[in-house]
DNA sequence: CGCCACTTTATTGTCAACAATTAAGCTAAA
DNA sequence: TTTAGCTTAATTGTTGACAATAAAGTGGCG
């Protein structure tokens, strides 16, 4: 079997989740991130698994890993809700975040090798050059994610990978689709961006950490300071 | 129903898990925990459940949550072991505690009140007497865990807690357990527990921050050090 | 008219059988 | 003897039905 033309190994990768609970996991987790499954929104079973055409042991196997996730909240015998839009949830994440990613920072500083730091530096021309065509307008989006995966991934540490690019990562996500709506600067970023980049070239951790906590401070502050003005429910 | 002489509504709290499953978690838990069931070892579902009395569903749904605390692997269509015990492992995880718990102790100094300091502060004196009494030999065990859980709960901080408190702390649990054979001289642990009242009392943050963190890297590089010397598998 | 208890309904938890995939064992050919 | 391919066994993934629990609806009583 498989040797229909695939030289190459491709996509017969380990660990790739070709159950059905995986795919639904992944299916599920885009809808709620995306905000089509809305915020503190009740999971029904059977509803959910005529909807995604599985039956109910995949699905409810889906919703135990969004769980462990952080993006749904689970009580026995009464069933699963997507997480509620709060603004003090919002702020322990970035608490997390600071410590967690600042932590990456400081490690990557000492591990991150050339090639890592040129791929790095690439990201921050393209984010250089969006800020000089736009105005300094949106970005963030999917650049900036690049960056800080980026960083992680440098840190060397599995588990701390393991924390924020699977478990926190989606929940990340989530709230910043559903607070999309506060274009930030991205001038400012950009600067904090760079002077990251320097501080791990001349291998400084903790700089670096000093500098990322700071970053992710900043992201928080402005968050706070945009719903914080609105009743925000 | 419910109104046979429970006055003051005991145990009848919700959010607890009556569900085999739960249960199921718990037992599995503990056996992983205490290394009735090795590092590396594979977990068997049909000879599980016939263990544990339960069908492959409540079981199956355990293992998951054992996955996403980190103390169980899981591989599509091949199955779930237990972790296996290697240094690295255990230092990626005493610097994602030293981050997190450095944070906690931040936020704890900020937000804690009077009566848990003063619960802090009595916890402090028992570890003080069985320094004195047993020539400051073994200790940790719990009365550390107590110490840690209750900065941590008193950080205000919701996923914090949750991360450390639920899905980490079984983790740690797992490698002390394992490696408790190191018997750790605590009085340096008792001092360094000092110096954090100290500065939680006087509403240091900063402080506070530093020295939980230079208490959990000294932990870490015990570790370090008794595990390198070894041949460890 | 409001409140309490009971009945009904819907949803979650659990089970045992079936399907699909992987790993192990075996035979046969180089 | 080793290795490739096939066959068999064991294990995981999935399903639909059944049991237990909680929520919603209903009727009667104060």
Redesign the interface.
């Known amino acids: 079997m498989n040797n229909e033309s695939n030289p190459s190994n491709f996509k017969v990768d380990?660990?790739?989740?070709?159950?059905l609970s995986?795919q639904t996991t992944i299916a599920l987790r885009e809808a709620i991130v995306t905000g089509k499954i809305k915020p503190g929104e009740k999971l029904n079973e059977p509803k959910l698994a005529e909807q995604y055409q599985v039956s109910r042991?995949p699905l409810?196997?889906a919703i135990?890993?969004l769980?462990?996730m952080?993006l749904v909240e689970h009580?026995?015998?009464v069933g699963a809700s997507v997480i509620p839009l709060e603004l003090n949830?919002i702020i322990?994440?970035y608490?997390?975040r600071?410590?967690?990613e600042?932590?990456a920072a400081g490690?990557a500083a000492t591990h991150m090798n050339e090639q890592e730091i040129a791929d790095l530096k690439k990201l921050l021309v393209i984010h250089r050059q969006h800020c000089e065509n736009n105005a300094g307008e949106y970005m963030q989006t999917e650049g900036d994610f690049d960056f800080h995966y980026l960083i992680i991934k440098s840190s060397r540490?599995?588990?701390?990978t393991?924390?924020l690019c699977n478990e926190l990562y989606h929940l990340i996500r989530m709230y910043r689709f559903q607070t999309s709506r506060f274009k930030t600067r991205s001038n400012r970023a950009l600067i904090e961006h760079e002077q990251l980049i320097y501080a791990i070239e001349n291998r400084d951790p903790a700089l670096a950490e000093l500098l990322m906590r700071r970053h992710i401070s900043r992201a928080k502050e402005s968050i706070k300071s945009y719903l914080s003005t609105e009743d925000s429910n």
Not at 14 to 19: A, R, S
């Open positions: 380990k660990n790739q989740d070709n159950t995986g042991g409810r196997e135990r890993r769980v462990s952080g009580i026995p015998h949830r322990e994440l608490e997390v600071e410590a967690l600042g932590m490690l540490n599995a588990l701390l393991q924390q």
